[in-house]
T-cell receptor, first 110, second 113 residues
Framework: GQQVMQIPQYQHVQEGEDFTTYCNSS?????IQWYKQRPGGHPVFLIQ?????EVKKQKRLTFQFGEAKKNSSLHITATQTTDVGTYFC??????????FGQGTTLQVKP | DSGVTQTPKHLITATGQRVTLRCSPR?????VYWYQQSLDQGLQFLIQ???????AKGNILERFSAQQFPDLHSELNLSSLELGDSALYFC????????????FGAGSRLTVL
């Protein structure tokens, strides 16, 4: 079945350093979504990418969707302590099923 | 408040028991999804409903069942509970299936002793 792999599983950075998480699907996706889950919280939608090669920015966050629509990345520039949490990618298929990656947990040392 | 309501927030029960988790989707959303999140694990897709009909099924155990009612609320039934069923169960909703944003509820934390 469809699988979405996300790496790394954990990342510890010093405040001010950059951070990147990568997402790879075993099948071509119709779209990819990114969610953030703060410690003790629930996943909250960040962004959706639909087009091949699409790049979107939200302040210090940059999201990319691969040309083959099978991979994606989230890059955070100059991390802050408020960036702490687990970042999930979720691959969407034409059937409507949304498969989440395992998530990357980000710790930021002040 | 995301608009998706889940009850109960916490539930402690014993092995072999049966529990029901309830979800009310955000106003206007027709599709409901159930996910299981075990400790330090990702979100495992269980099942999805759209306007009362089952739309997609994930790795949902035969001991688990779900339904969506005419008023669009959904229930997830977990029976013959095992220790390994202890997890956070999230409900999410979207306007329709497909390329839509999910709004998650706060989750129901189930502990099986």
């Amino acid at each position: 079945g469809q699988q979405v792999m996300q790496i790394p599983q954990y990342q510890h950075v010093q405040e001010g350093e950059d951070f990147t998480t990568y997402c790879n699907s075993s099948t071509t996706l119709s779209n990819i979504q990114w969610y953030k889950q703060r410690p003790g919280g629930h996943p909250v939608f960040l962004i959706q990418l639909v087009k091949s090669g699409e790049v979107k920015k939200q302040k210090r966050l940059t999201f990319q969707f691969g040309e083959a629509k099978k991979n994606s990345s989230l890059h955070i520039t100059a991390t802050q302590t408020t960036d702490v949490g687990t970042y999930f990618c979720a691959g969407g298929s034409n059937t409507g099923k949304l498969i989440f990656g395992q998530g990357t947990t980000l710790q930021v040392k002040p | 408040d995301s608009g998706v309501t889940q009850t109960p927030k916490h539930l402690i029960t014993a092995t072999g028991q049966r529990v029901t988790l309830r979800c009310s989707p955000r106003s206007g959303d027709l599709s409901v999804y159930w996910y299981q999140q075990s400790l330090d694990q990702g979100l495992q897709f269980l099942i999805q409903y759209y306007n009362g009909e089952e739309r997609a099924k994930g790795n949902i155990l035969e001991r688990f069942s779900a339904q969506q009612f005419p008023d669009l609320h959904s229930e997830l039934n977990l029976s013959s509970l095992e220790l390994g069923d202890s997890a956070l169960y999230f409900c999410a909703s979207s306007v329709r299936p497909g390329a839509n944003v999910l709004t998650f509820g706060a989750g129901s934390r189930l502990t099986v002793l």
